[in-house]
């Protein structure tokens, strides 16, 4: 397996989102939430250029070395990693016309291009879908735990809903506490008041003396 490095210039914030272009890439360009979401998105889209470059029986432009790119103020540079099991190659090959198009029907199903899907069809043939199948799984997993950590710190990390909702539950049950805590206060005072004057008044053998 080979694994290209092509430059991606990073624009954008949290707040807006970011988007990626590669200068060796032409009109490749990608969205994310975030830089993880955003690397992974970047590896697929140069991937499918390169394999559209192959279609097209173009070849594959030499990636710039990072240094020598000039990157504007506010923009990140990034090498994006592309793994290429082997050199794409343009072959021409002949199927039949009903065959190609439920070939294309079969392809554009799983999201992916005409021959990508020759190519799993083929590994498959030559029993490597076993190993595919667990890289995928693995790709799969590393996937859903980054976005179940998202959703994770969303629902409960600084600035969160429950954040705000725990901290308006901690400001009720204290104003709570505090009403309680005055109108015992109120309650004894009242009641101190209420015995005071018995407490004061002179004995009565004291009132028929006089």
Not at 43 to 62: F, I, V, Y
Not at 163 to 191: C, F, I, P
Request: aromatic fraction near 4%.
């Amino acid at each position: 397996m080979n694994t290209l490095h092509f430059v991606a210039l990073v624009r954008g914030s949290q707040a807006a989102d970011y988007t990626a272009t590669f200068p060796d890439l032409p009109d490749c360009t990608v969205d994310g939430p975030d830089v993880a979401a955003l690397v992974k998105s970047a590896r697929d889209a140069a991937l499918a250029h390169l394999q559209a470059l192959a279609d097209a029986g173009e070849a594959w432009p030499t990636a710039t070395p990072l240094e020598q790119l000039a990157v504007e103020p506010g923009v990140i540079a990034i090498l994006v990693d592309v793994a290429i099991d082997d050199p794409f190659i343009r072959i021409n090959i002949s199927l039949g016309e009903r065959l190609v198009q439920r070939l294309d029907a079969a392809a554009e199903a799983r999201g992916m291009t005409r021959s990508g899907f020759i190519a799993q069809s083929v590994r498959m043939s030559l029993g490597e879908q076993l190993r595919n199948d667990f890289e995928g799984a693995g790709r799969k997993l590393q996937d859903d735990f980054t976005a179940l950590a998202r959703k994770i710190n969303d629902a409960i990390g600084p600035n969160s809903t429950f954040e705000k909702r725990m901290a308006d539950l901690d400001d009720r049950v204290y104003d709570g506490v505090r009403r309680a805590a005055d109108s015992v206060s109120a309650a004894m005072t009242r009641r101190r008041e209420a015995t005071k004057p018995a407490a004061d008044a002179p004995p009565r053998d004291a009132e028929a003396a006089g």
